[in-house]
């Protein structure tokens, strides 16, 4: 009984290819597949989705940002495909940056505002469930109105 027999490595696997992996001309093969571009629209969709948070939207988008520009530049010289997938991650990555941002700014401001430290007092004076109910009340309409 014999084995069966597996072509040799040094049979190159795709015509027009020399052994090697390279192209017959001398250069490597370019890569079929850009993981940075994929990585930056994955992390550039999930920063949109989680702008509200810090990791999310901050973190996340930067990440995305610099994979983005990072796949562009292999693009530009010919190293990687999917040039569109790159700038479309950036762009999103900069969307849930720049959303993220704003959250962060609106955040510290509500929380640094004189009406919070109203609020902040009146739950501590409060000394029942039915009063700290008032104060969210009373806080949630000076922010509103």
Same mark, same amino acid.
């Given at each position: 009984?014999?084995?069966?027999?597996? /072509?040799?490595?040094?049979?190159?696997?795709? /015509?027009?290819?020399?052994?090697?992996?390279? !192209? /017959?001309?001398?250069?490597?093969?370019?890569?079929?597949?850009?993981?940075? %571009?994929?990585? %930056?629209? +994955?992390?550039?969709?999930?920063?949109?989705?989680?702008?509200?948070?810090?990791?999310?939207?901050?973190?996340?988008? #930067?990440?995305? +940002?610099?994979?983005? +520009? *990072? $796949? %562009?530049?292999?693009?530009?010289?010919?190293?990687?495909?999917?040039?569109?997938?790159?700038? +479309?991650? %950036?762009?999103?990555?900069?969307?849930?940056?720049?959303?993220? $941002?704003?959250? #962060?700014?609106?955040?510290?401001? *509500?929380? !640094?505002?004189?009406?919070?430290?109203?609020?902040?007092?009146?739950?501590?004076?409060? !000394?029942?469930?039915?009063?700290?109910?008032?104060?969210?009340?009373?806080?949630?309409? !000076?922010?509103?109105?």
């Amino acid at each position: 009984m014999s084995l069966p027999s597996y /072509p040799d490595a040094s049979y190159p696997s795709h /015509p027009g290819q020399s052994a090697g992996g390279h !192209d /017959p001309y001398g250069g490597p093969a370019p890569a079929r597949t850009n993981g940075f %571009a994929v990585a %930056a629209l +994955v992390l550039g969709l999930v920063a949109c989705l989680f702008f509200w948070t810090i990791v999310g939207g901050l973190l996340l988008g #930067l990440l995305a +940002v610099v994979f983005g +520009v *990072v $796949a %562009a530049l292999r693009t530009r010289q010919g190293r990687a495909p999917r040039r569109a997938m790159a700038i +479309v991650g %950036a762009a999103f990555g900069a969307l849930g940056l720049i959303g993220s $941002a704003i959250v #962060l700014v609106l955040a510290v401001s *509500v929380f !640094d505002s004189q009406k919070f430290q109203d609020f902040q007092d009146c739950v501590e004076q409060a !000394d029942s469930r039915a009063a700290e109910d008032r104060c969210s009340e009373d806080f949630v309409d !000076d922010l509103t109105g």
